[in-house]
C-alpha cells in the first residue's frame, strides 16, 4: 500500500520561508512523478508544482513561480517544496501526490495522494 505523508506545514509571517517534505512508502519511489497541489478554504485545489522521476524536469504554477522549488531525493523516498517569499494568499493546506504518468499539471493525473499539511502566512 502506498503512503504518502506530508510534514512541514505551519505559521510564519508574510515574507518568511517554509519547507515541506513528504515521505513515500510502499512502493519504489523513483516509479513516481511527484506533485504539491493546495487548496485554500472555500477554493478549489490548484496545482502548484510537479517533478519527473527520472530527469528532474520540474514545473510550477504562476502563482508560485521564482518564490518555490521543488525537488527529490529518491534516496530518502522524500519530495520537498521549498517555499520563499511568502504572501497571505499562500495560506491553504498544502498536498503531496504521487502520479504513475500523465498530465503532471493536472490532479487526476495522481494516483496517491498525502493527507495534507496547513500553511498559514500571516501579514
Known amino acids: 500500500q502506498v503512503q504518502l505523508v506530508e510534514s512541514g506545514g505551519g505559521l510564519v509571517q508574510a515574507e518568511g520561508s517554509l519547507r515541506l517534505s513528504c515521505v513515500v512508502s510502499?512502493?519504489?519511489?523513483?516509479?513516481?512523478?511527484m506533485g504539491w497541489f493546495r487548496q485554500a478554504p472555500g477554493k478549489e485545489r490548484e496545482f502548484v508544482s510537479t517533478?519527473?522521476?527520472?530527469?528532474?524536469?520540474?514545473y510550477y504554477g504562476d502563482p508560485v513561480k521564482g518564490r518555490f522549488t521543488i525537488s527529490r531525493d529518491n534516496a530518502k523516498n522524500t519530495v520537498y517544496l521549498q517555499m520563499n517569499s511568502l504572501k497571505p494568499e499562500d495560506t491553504a493546506v498544502y498536498y503531496c501526490?504521487?502520479?504513475?504518468?500523465?498530465?503532471?499539471?493536472?490532479?487526476?493525473?495522481?494516483?496517491?495522494w498525502g493527507q495534507g499539511t496547513q500553511v498559514t502566512v500571516s501579514s
Open positions: 510502499g512502493r519504489r519511489f523513483g516509479d513516481f512523478a
Open positions: 517533478i519527473h522521476w527520472n530527469n528532474f524536469i520540474t
Open positions: 501526490a504521487a502520479s504513475n504518468g500523465g498530465r503532471l499539471l493536472s490532479d487526476e493525473a495522481y494516483n496517491y
